[in-house]
Nanobody, 120 residues
Framework: QLQASGGGLVQAGGSLRVSCAAS????????MGWFRQAPGKEREFVAA???????TYFGDSVKGRFTISRDNKNTVYLQMSELKPEDTAAYYC????????????????WGQGTLVTVSS
């Protein structure tokens, strides 16, 4: 089970951190990812981290602005900085045990979305 939290309203240029708490299974063989979807747009890969070795991946639109991390309590964090209005979306966390981390179809488990709104 994945539980996302931390969304909210922030001004452009600001920062926000969203969290994803995982329960029910060991994560050592999983990659944890964040995707987002804005109204009327396709789902977009944001970031991912391999739980075992901490390797991180980022979508082109967020590189240099977002970071992803994990702790020892099965929680993954997405730290978002220099936020832009185009970052407004529902953010979803997901877990994958196979394949490329960039593809949503490789994620077997999804949490509910947490809404991030960036005002201009």
């Amino acid at each position: 089970q994945l539980q996302a939290s931390g969304g909210g309203l922030v001004q452009a240029g600001g920062s926000l951190r969203v969290s994803c708490a995982a329960s029910g299974r060991a994560l050592s063989n999983y990659a944890m990812g964040w995707f987002r979807q804005a109204p009327g747009k396709e789902r977009e890969f944001v970031a991912a981290i391999r739980w075992g070795d901490g390797t991180t991946y980022f979508g082109d639109s967020v590189k240099g602005r977002f970071t992803i991390s994990r702790d020892n309590k099965n929680t993954v964090y997405l730290q978002m900085s220099e936020l832009k209005p185009e970052d407004t979306a529902a953010y979803y966390c997901a877990a994958s045990s196979r394949g490329s981390v960039y593809w949503g179809r490789n994620y077997a488990y999804w949490g509910q979305g947490t809404l991030v709104t960036v005002s201009s």
